[in-house]
């Protein structure tokens, strides 16, 4: 039997349940505070219901839904780091480039003393 080349899968990221497993601790918080800040408003403030079942677990229900479609989202079909990119354009300027010395003549000086 010939031998064949082997591509390495090591760099690929590791997808469970559709979500690369660096998302599941997310979606896994957000499931936990979804049932679990409600669950404390019903104990301890009002126990409020809808079609006889506790308000914590449809805010449970729906945190936890939201957050695995939001991830779920982000990553597929689109190339890595798309979202961290996306948000990066938002907030930064899309001009970079070193200080310029007209840069520095129209910056007042706070440090000089004026006489």
Same mark, same amino acid.
């Given at each position: 039997?010939?031998?064949?080349?082997?591509?390495?899968?090591? &760099?690929?990221?590791?997808?469970?349940?559709?979500?690369?497993?660096?998302?599941? +601790?997310?979606?896994?918080?957000?499931?936990?505070?979804? &049932? =679990?800040?409600?669950?404390?408003?019903? +104990?301890?403030?009002?126990?409020?219901?809808?079609?006889?079942?506790?308000? /914590?677990?449809?805010?449970?229900?729906?945190?936890?839904?939201?957050?695995?479609?939001?991830?779920?989202?982000?990553?597929?079909?689109?190339?890595? /780091?798309? =979202?961290?990119?996306?948000?990066?354009?938002?907030?930064?300027?899309?001009?970079?480039?070193?200080?310029?010395?007209?840069?520095?003549?129209?910056?007042?000086?706070?440090?000089?003393?004026?006489?």
């Amino acid at each position: 039997m010939r031998m064949r080349p082997v591509r390495s899968r090591i &760099f690929l990221p590791v997808i469970r349940l559709g979500l690369v497993s660096d998302d599941w +601790k997310w979606v896994c918080a957000i499931a936990f505070l979804g &049932f =679990f800040l409600p669950f404390l408003f019903w +104990k301890y403030v009002s126990p409020v219901s809808f079609l006889r079942v506790p308000i /914590h677990f449809w805010f449970g229900l729906i945190a936890s839904s939201s957050s695995y479609g939001f991830f779920f989202w982000i990553r597929t079909g689109r190339k890595p /780091h798309w =979202f961290q990119h996306s948000l990066r354009t938002l907030v930064e300027s899309p001009v970079r480039r070193r200080a310029l010395p007209a840069d520095w003549g129209a910056r007042p000086r706070f440090w000089m003393k004026e006489r």
